[in-house]
């Protein structure tokens, strides 16, 4: 489709010539947005080289709408860094808590990833500092999604469980189950929001939860 060529997954060298080509007959306004998508349907095809450098390009990009699809990019860009380069995730996500402190144009749960990184580290600084975060979170996000606060449950279970708080996992773990089999939120939208729990992690829930 004619609308479609800035989400096609093609990255051959024909088709990023395409790409750029049609990017620049595109209006400025709509460029960053059109370069984070396109990033988006590589991320999504394994081409993960390709879109961290679609990303950095909305970044750099001055358009009248690249400070949101900036934000946007910087989460993108602290996820995909996540499992190979922490640290560097960890780079971005506190970057976009320092530019963005309202969560505009995110998920909104960037506190509960950095978190995650926190706790994964689990030095006695980086314990205290994604207990603080965790905190922060639910005033701060107020996101209706059950999926959201699911997650939010889980790193609370492996705050929990690093720092041998049995009592505050177990009630993370009850509050983790409840969510995981609510139904959708949103009468005309049934599946936004809704948790896709796995299976190991409703079996971890229930042994905590006992």
């Given at each position: 489709?004619?609308?479609?060529?800035?989400?096609?997954?093609?990255?051959?060298e024909?088709?990023?010539?395409l790409?750029?080509a049609?990017?620049?007959?595109?209006r400025g306004?709509?460029?960053?947005?059109?370069?984070?998508?396109?990033g988006?349907?590589?991320?999504?095809?394994?081409?993960?080289?390709?879109?961290?450098d679609?990303?950095l390009?909305v970044?750099?990009?001055?358009?009248?709408?690249?400070?949101?699809?900036g934000?946007?990019?910087?989460?993108?860009?602290?996820?995909?860094y996540?499992e190979?380069k922490?640290?560097?995730a960890?780079?971005?996500?506190?970057r976009?808590?320092?530019?963005?402190?309202?969560?505009?144009?995110?998920?909104a749960?960037?506190?509960?990833?950095?978190?995650?990184?926190?706790?994964r580290?689990?030095?006695?600084?980086?314990?205290?500092?994604?207990?603080?975060?965790?905190?922060?979170?639910p005033?701060?996000?107020?996101?209706?999604?059950?999926?959201?606060?699911?997650?939010?449950?889980?790193a609370?279970?492996?705050?929990?469980?690093?720092?041998?708080?049995?009592?505050?996992?177990?009630?993370?773990?009850?509050?983790?189950?409840?969510?995981?089999?609510r139904?959708?939120v949103?009468?005309r939208?049934?599946?936004?929001?809704v948790?896709?729990?796995?299976?190991?992690d409703?079996?971890?829930?229930?042994?905590?939860?006992?």
């Amino acid at each position: 489709m004619e609308n479609e060529w800035f989400r096609s997954p093609a990255w051959g060298e024909a088709d990023r010539a395409l790409f750029e080509a049609r990017l620049a007959r595109s209006r400025g306004y709509n460029r960053a947005q059109y370069l984070r998508i396109k990033g988006l349907a590589l991320s999504d095809a394994g081409e993960i080289a390709g879109a961290r450098d679609l990303w950095l390009r909305v970044l750099a990009d001055d358009g009248e709408f690249s400070k949101m699809e900036g934000f946007t990019a910087l989460e993108h860009l602290g996820d995909s860094y996540v499992e190979d380069k922490p640290l560097l995730a960890e780079t971005y996500y506190r970057r976009l808590l320092a530019d963005n402190p309202t969560l505009k144009s995110t998920t909104a749960t960037q506190h509960i990833k950095l978190a995650e990184l926190l706790i994964r580290r689990g030095e006695a600084q980086d314990l205290e500092e994604a207990a603080e975060l965790l905190t922060q979170w639910p005033d701060v996000a107020r996101l209706p999604f059950p999926s959201a606060h699911f997650r939010w449950n889980l790193a609370v279970i492996d705050l929990a469980e690093a720092t041998g708080d049995r009592e505050t996992a177990v009630e993370a773990a009850r509050r983790a189950l409840d969510l995981a089999y609510r139904g959708p939120v949103f009468p005309r939208h049934k599946t936004v929001g809704v948790v896709h729990a796995e299976h190991r992690d409703l079996e971890r829930l229930k042994r905590v939860a006992k």
